[in-house]
C-alpha cells in the first residue's frame, strides 16, 4: 500500500527493477538500482542522528542524487525540502532558516557559496557534498557543521531497509517555498496524501503509463517541477533530467531519448518554437502548459510542430498542487479557457459572501479535495488567510472541511469550464514564477540608492509579466539604473531583478497614504 512517498520507487522496483527510472547526462539508473539507493542512504542519513520529522534541503541543479535526497528524506522518515538553485545565498538561508533545516545536500562550489550566510543557519549540523571536493574529517570536535561526501554516506548505510517510522499518509513529506505578497518566501506544507494523489491524479488526466519518456526541464523546487518525478514513478515511466541552457538543449534531448512528454512554462514555450525541430525530436505524445496562459500564436505553433500530440493547458497553486485542466479536445472550442476540475478535486466559484456565483458572474476560486495543502509551515495568520472553511452549509456532526481559498478571480460558463479573470494580490507572475514585489523592493532600499521604490508586472507575451521597478533617487541627483540594477542581482535570483527600472521624482499615493500601484501601473503601460 502506497503510503509514503518512497514506496512509489519500491512498488517499481519490485514490479519494473529493470526498467529505467531517471536519466542524467550519460548515466542511466534504473529502479531497482534507484530504490537501493535510496534505502542505502536512508539509512545513512539515520546514522548522522536525522530523526523523523527533520529537515533536508536540497540545493543542487538538477541530478540523480538530488531525486535519490528527495525519496531518502521519505524512507527516512524526515520531510524534504527542494531549494531552487536559482537563489542566491541570503534567499536560500532564508529558506533553510524558516524551517530548521538540519541537513542540507549540495555541492563543494555551491556550499562555498553560502560560507557567508552559514552562521546564520543554527539547526544545520550536516552537510552532504555530491560530486566530490575536498570534505574535512566528519567527527571534527570543533565544528559545528559538519561536512560529508555524498556517495560515503551512501555506502556506510549498507543494502538494509529501515524499519518504518510511520504509515500515515498525512504526515508531513515537503516544504515547498513561493514567494509571498508580504515579501519572503513562505513555505506550503505537503502531506504524503498531497504527493500521492497528485500523482496519481496529474498521470491519469495527461495518461501516463510505463513506456513514457517524460523530459523533467522545470525545478524540481517548482510543484509542476517535482510533478514531472511523482506522476512518472506512480507508473513507471522514465525521467530525463535536464538543467535549462538553451532550447536547442531541449530539442536535443527530446531527440535522444525519444520524449514523449513535456510540461514548461509560457516563455520556454515561446522559447522552444523559435527553433528548429527535426523530425527525430518530434514524437511528443503530449504537450502540457502551466504557470500562465499560453499566448495564442505559441499555442498554434507548438500544434503545428508536434500534430500528433495532445496539448494539455493547466492551472494550478502549490497550495493544490493542480486545480484545472483543459481536455485537448476542448482546444479549439475554448483556447482561453483554463479548464474544470482535475480527478480527486473539486473547484468551486465563490462570492465575497461565499454563496455559489452563477455561470458568467466572477468570483473567487476555491479549491477542496486531498490536494489541499496543510498550511504555510510557522504562520499560522497566513494559514487562517488561505486555508478556511468550505463555503456553503455543513454537516453539524463533522469538523469544518478546510479549503483553499486561492485569491485569484475566475468566471464559469454555462458548461462548468472555468476562465482566469485576475488575482486579488499584487504578486507578479514571471517565467511561469510567482514573485513578490516586496522581496524586489526590500532589495531595492538595501542598496541606498532609491528613495522611493514599487516593484509592477507589466504585461509581457514572452515571460508572462515582465518585473519594472519605478523608483525615486535616494540623492540630490538622479538615480544610478546600471549600479542599482547591478547590486540587485548579486541579492536576487535572475527571474527577479527588474527588466526596466523607471525614475520618477514622486511616487504617487493613495488617499490612505500608500503607493497607488493602479495608477503607477497605467503610468508605465
Known sequence: MRTHLHHLLDEQARDRGGRPAVTYQDRTVDYATLSGCVHALAAGLRRLGLERGDRLATFLDKRVEGVEAIFAASAAGAVF????????????????????????????????????VADDLP????????????????????????????????????????QAMSEVDTDVAAILYTSGSTGRPKGVVLSHRNLLVGAESVSTYLRNDEDDV???ALPLSF????????????????????????????????????????TAVPPLWLQLTSVPWPAEARRLRYFANTGGRMPAPTLARLRELFPAAAPYLMYG?????????????????????IGRAIPDAEILVVRPDGSPAGPGEEGELVHR????????????????????????????????????????????????????????????????YRVSPTEIEEVAYGTGLVGDAVALGVEDDRLGQRVVLVATSAGPGPLDTIALLAAMRTRLARFMVPAEVREMEMLPRSPNGKFDRTLLRKEVT
Open 123 to 162: 539547526a544545520l549540523e550536516h552537510v552532504l557534498l555530491v560530486g566530490g571536493g575536498v570534505v574535512p574529517q566528519a567527527d571534527a570536535s570543533d565544528a559545528r557543521v559538519l561536512l560529508h561526501d555524498y556517495a560515503a554516506v551512501v555506502a556506510r548505510g549498507g543494502d538494509g531497509r529501515l
Open 369 to 432: 479535495g486531498p490536494l489541499v495543502a496543510l498550511g504555510y509551515w510557522n504562520d499560522p495568520e497566513r494559514t487562517a488567510h488561505r486555508f478556511r472553511a468550505l463555503p456553503g452549509p455543513q454537516p453539524t456532526w463533522r469538523a469544518p472541511e478546510l479549503a483553499v481559498w486561492s485569491g485569484d478571480t475566475v468566471v464559469a460558463d454555462d458548461e462548468g469550464y472555468l476562465y482566469f479573470v485576475g488575482r486579488d494580490d499584487d504578486m507578479i507572475k514571471t517565467s511561469g
Open 81 to 116: 525540502v527542494p531549494v531552487n538553485p536559482l537563489l542566491k545565498p541570503g534567499q536560500v538561508a532564508h529558506v533553510l532558516a524558516d524551517c530548521d533545516v538540519r541537513v542540507l545536500v549540495t555541492s563543494a562550489a555551491r556550499w562555498e557559496q553560502l560560507g557567508a
Open 317 to 337: 497553486l502549490t497550495e493544490a498542487f493542480r486545480s484545472t485542466y483543459l481536455d485537448p479536445g476542448q482546444v479549439d472550442r475554448r483556447p482561453d479557457s
Open 214 to 216: 517524460i523530459l523533467a
Open 223 to 262: 510543484d509542476a517541477g517535482l510533478s514531472q518525478l511523482t506522476t512518472a514513478f506512480s507508473v513507471g515511466a522514465h525521467v530525463v533530467l535536464m538543467n535549462y541552457l538553451l532550447p536547442a538543449d531541449v530539442v536535443r534531448l527530446c531527440a535522444r531519448h525519444g520524449v514523449t512528454g513535456l
